[in-house]
């Protein structure tokens, strides 16, 4: 089994250190607005309120500035029709809404889902999991874009599921690093002016915006690799 996506998400982080590392700085910059709003509402210095404005606070990045990065790569790599290399920023400017959209009908669709058991959230998920990326980069309504990723899904599950499982297990073991460093660098109690002002927390969240960098170009990676795999099965249509 080749790990094509592993190599080439790899390759795109090194061809594009300066947006890798203003997207890790955009991270370490929003996760300051919890504990600004902690500081400012002394009742709210709470763990899972903290959580709640972590994720708030990664909204932009998630609608915005990933997206675009994310889409400049595709047409860089690919030059693809739906995605040409020459016209990539006014392709984006008519699709992150609707990508967000999509986005964030796949995280309903899947919290629906698991509200019943976890298996049918799950299956959603990975049915559905590439119709954000179709509407994105291949400009398709939503409606086309779920059926396109189930028919990728169908065909090439085994393979999707491997490389997911390798890069959660990478993710995972950088996860248990982070925590280690946490646990010996950061003060404890962990108030929100440390979360705010010392280093090692600028560090954590440095570490976390790159590692989400990361996994989401090599989730692109994969992505085209699912392309090029269904465009080369026997009378398969191309799913533009």
């Known amino acids: 089994m080749e790990f094509r996506p592993l190599a080439r998400g790899l390759r795109y982080l090194s ?22 709003l902690q500081m400012a509402r002394p009742a709210l210095d709470d763990p899972k309120i903290s959580l709640i404005f972590a994720l708030l606070a990664m ?13 400049s790569v595709d047409a860089v790599a690919l030059d693809h ?6 016209s990539w920023r006014n392709t984006f400017e008519k699709r992150w809404m609707r990508a967000f959209a999509a986005k964030l009908l ?22 559905l999991g590439w119709m954000p990326y179709r509407v994105l980069l291949r400009g398709e309504p939503v ?13 090439f599950w ?4 491997l490389t997911g499982i390798v890069v959660l297990a990478i993710y995972g ?9 946490e646990t010996h660098f950061l003060p404890d ?10 280093p090692a927390s600028w560090t954590i969240d440095f570490i976390a915006g790159a590692m989400n960098v990361w996994i989401s170009l090599t989730f692109l990676a994969l992505y085209q690799r699912l392309e090029e795999l269904n465009a080369a099965v026997p009378e398969s249509k191309p799913q533009h």
Request: glycine residues 6%.
């Open 143 to 155: 409606r086309k874009a779920a059926r396109a990723s189930a028919v990728l899904m169908a065909r």
């Open 173 to 181: 073991l950088s996860y248990f690093g982070v925590a280690y460093f």
């Open 106 to 127: 796949l995280y309903l669709l899947f919290i629906l889902g698991a509200t019943c058991l976890l298996v049918p959230g799950l299956i959603i998920w990975v049915t």
């Open 59 to 71: 909204i932009p990045l998630e609608l915005y500035f990933m997206p675009r990065f994310l889409l």
């Open 81 to 86: 029709p739906m995605n040409p290399g020459k």
């Open 158 to 161: 085994p393979y999707t599921l």
């Open 15 to 36: 061809k594009h250190p300066l947006q890798v590392l203003g997207l890790a700085m955009l991270t370490v910059v929003f996760s300051f607005l919890g504990p600004v």
């Open 189 to 198: 109690p962990e108030t929100p002016w440390i979360r705010l002002t010392h």
